[in-house]
């Protein structure tokens, strides 16, 4: 790699893919490689579409608290989450579903999970049968998406095509998930030295993440993991990052890459939306560990853990657990080998909450 590879954040134009396929997959598994993190550019959802959320979005935070309050977040990922924890001792981690994952910050969001696999809608009137519409045709164009995505990771890998999309059945639980997000304005600056962050570092836990904004504000730990660069913000680009659970089944390949959102970019009195889609693999999928292989292809690791995704899931909801209750691992009733592997991430929240709670505490 380069120097320039090493120092710039990654940008791609997915345009090239058809044409070249082999170039564009080998440029996206390196950056995932080595950032977990890049810009994609010609990614092919219609700007309008993107438009239209974000104006949906600022509609929906607009509302007095009491209306956006009336549906809040469920145990099925879906509704309004106010996040507001200034206090010098965060709040108890205790967000306990994988589409909505632990987030420590000051901002609000609207998360839609998926509601083919919800039996009860948790929308207050503001969401008309047309505006969700607008959110699921939305939501399917980016799912398309991460299946191209995943293709091409699998192609580059020399493995099975179908690799990365067979375990992500949209339709399978936890499905994707959709989150408006608002960094809203404060009326008064936050208390130093005791501040919780506008968005704790953290990694995602799903298995990829886009992310839709049209200002700068998110912050990606650099290769090195010594410091941080603002994610450039392209005109109809989307930033994608690894999550967790790709991570993991990559046997650490691909990166899942800490990030996060400071005061310094999105100051009190400043505002600033994004759009986070995030990719789940479903619950009762195998996770099938790959390592690179002599010849260079990638391999089923042998004597990996047997383990599912929903497994997975429930590793990091102990953690979680384990963390608010000050319980010992050997208290927490878990495979140790799938524990230790799952700790063996580095998760941004999760293997290091402890010292990510002291990072809160800025
Ligand atoms: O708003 C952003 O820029 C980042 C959001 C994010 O990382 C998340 O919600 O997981
Ligand atoms: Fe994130």
């Keep these: 790699m380069g120097s320039n590879q090493e120092t710039e954040f990654p940008v791609i134009d997915f345009t090239q893919y058809p044409s070249n396929p082999s170039e564009i997959s080998s440029q996206l598994f390196d950056a995932f490689h080595q950032w977990g993190f890049l810009v994609l550019k010609g990614h092919g959802i219609p700007k309008g579409d993107v438009e239209e959320i974000f104006s949906l979005s600022k509609e929906f935070f607009a509302q007095p608290l009491e209306a956006k309050q009336e549906k809040p977040l469920n145990l099925h990922g879906q509704g309004y989450d106010l996040k507001e924890s200034m206090s010098a001792t965060p709040p108890r981690i205790s967000s306990t579903h994988p589409?909505?994952?632990?987030?420590?910050?000051?901002?609000?969001?609207?998360?839609?999970?998926?509601?083919?696999?919800?039996?009860?809608?948790?929308?207050?009137?503001?969401?008309?049968?047309?505006?969700?519409q607008t959110i699921e045709s939305f939501r399917s164009k980016c799912q398309s998406l991460s299946a191209l995505l995943f293709t091409a990771l699998a192609t580059q890998m020399r493995i099975s095509p179908s690799f990365f999309t067979t375990p992500h059945n949209p339709h399978k639980p936890p499905g994707n998930a959709l989150r408006l997000i608002h960094y809203h304005p404060l009326s008064n600056p936050p208390r130093k030295p005791d501040v919780t962050p506008r968005l704790c570092e953290h990694t995602d836990w799903g298995t990829m993440t886009f992310l839709f904004a049209t200002e700068p504000g998110l912050e990606v730990q650099t290769p090195d993991g010594k410091s941080w660069v603002t994610a450039p913000v392209v005109d109809d680009a989307i930033v994608v990052n690894i999550a967790d659970g790709l991570c993991l089944s990559t046997g650490k390949t691909l990166k899942s890459t800490v990030h996060r959102v400071t005061w310094d970019v999105v100051p009190w009195d400043k505002e600033r939306f994004s759009v986070a889609f995030f990719v789940n693999a479903n619950a009762d999928a195998p996770i099938r560990v790959l390592e690179q292989s002599d010849a260079g292809k990638f391999v089923e690791k042998e004597g990996a853990v047997k383990a599912t995704y929903g497994d997975y899931q429930n590793v990091r909801i102990k953690m979680i657990e384990k963390h608010d209750n000050h319980i010992s691992d050997e208290e927490v009733a878990i495979d140790p080998v799938l524990w230790e592997m799952v700790k063996g991430l580095g998760a941004g929240v999760g293997e290091d909450l402890e010292k990510n709670d002291e990072e809160v505490r800025i």
């Design 99 to 132: 589409n909505t994952s632990p987030r420590i910050g000051v901002h609000e969001a609207l998360c839609f999970g998926n509601i083919t696999l919800s039996p009860d809608s948790n929308f207050a009137p503001f969401w008309t049968p047309q505006k969700r």
